[in-house]
């Protein structure tokens, strides 16, 4: 469907940080971009609204989310489960590189550049996910992260460099995988989840 490919497009651009949380959405702009019809467009949004990426405020019009300490708390738990899976049981044929991508992230911070420190890092849990080969939960894990850009948004100013802090232990998740110490590793995973989700809801 038409409004299906529109809502995926949508949801990538969240992901990618072209929207800001609050943000209003126009309908004529967004009908514009995505080349479709504004009714198109509503069933769109009517999917984001069920992902919890835009808010449907009546009268005043659609909004992209605001994450709140409930939304991050639900958000990190349905992580934890995905990941937690991917780790455990995924498929990594090519596992070192996961380790070159994670440790490539030390370049980047050296350099002062969080934007890549931080697309390093979405691409690597991404990764995780993507391992299950499963297309359901790959669809997930976009909402997830399109979540989690919204999320980042809105800390980066208290904490600028978040995703510095979690170098090393993807790193160290990154090798554990390589070397098959899947039960460590779904530790390493569990640990590293947890930590960002008490930085997170400490500054919401």
Known sequence: MLSQSVAAALRDAISAGEFQPGQQLSEVKAAERFECSRNTLREAFTELASE???????????????????????????????????????EFPAAERLVELTSSARRYADS?????????????????????????????????LARMRLTFLLVLPRLPE??????????????????????EAATVSR??????????????
């Open 52 to 90: 919890r990426l835009v808010e449907r405020i009546p009268h005043r019009g659609v909004f992209i989310a605001v994450p709140d300490t409930e939304y991050v708390k639900d958000l990190y738990l349905a992580r934890m489960a995905l990941e937690h899976a991917g780790v455990l049981w995924g």
């Open 191 to 204: 640990d590293s989840l947890l930590k960002a989700y008490n930085a997170i809801r400490f500054v919401l």
């Open 162 to 183: 978040i995703h510095y802090d979690y170098i090393d232990s993807n790193v160290r998740l990154a090798t554990l995988i390589a070397a098959g110490e899947r039960e």
């Open 112 to 144: 002062g550049d969080p934007q890549a420190v931080s697309n390093i890092n979405q691409r690597f849990h991404r990764a995780l996910v993507a391992s299950l080969g499963s297309a359901t939960l790959d669809e997930q894990m976009q909402n997830l």
